[in-house]
């Protein structure tokens, strides 16, 4: 089925609670290379037909200012699946 | 920073309420072509080294034992990124 994936990230400087007690697990299991953990976003938009480039483009503007919250979040990339 | 990407989908079957909710309101602002949301994780494992063969393997069962349920969720992709 073609898809139009959408990733979404916290922005760099914001804290990541939900992340940091996952790296904090990790840690305590035995992972201490793993420096850090963020958890952001994966949406899945899904089409019955075939996507073109107008829908990628309309894709990325939802994705700027209604999918994520640019206060605290980023758009990390926007991309074409079939 | 090399990281390894993590991406976890609902299963296919289950309902996603907060995808639905998505679908829903892209539905009355126009976009009745996309036929369905899904909503999902994206998750960063960050490292301050080189990324190992090795790390991505412990990566993906940590993926699948640990970052996901596997009764709710599936592991779409483990990727190395530089």
């Given at each position: 089925m073609p898809k139009i994936i959408v990733e979404i990230m916290p922005k760099?400087?914001?804290?990541?609670p939900q992340g940091k007690a996952v790296a904090n697990s990790l840690h305590r299991s035995?992972?201490?290379?793993?420096s850090a953990v963020r958890i952001g976003k994966r949406i899945e938009l899904h089409f019955d037909r075939e996507i073109t480039d107008k829908d990628l483009e309309e894709a990325k503007t939802q994705a700027a200012n209604?999918?994520?919250?640019d206060v605290i979040e980023d758009v990390v990339a926007v991309t074409k699946e079939d």
């Open positions: 760099q400087d914001l804290l990541d035995g992972r201490e290379d793993i209604f999918l994520s919250n």
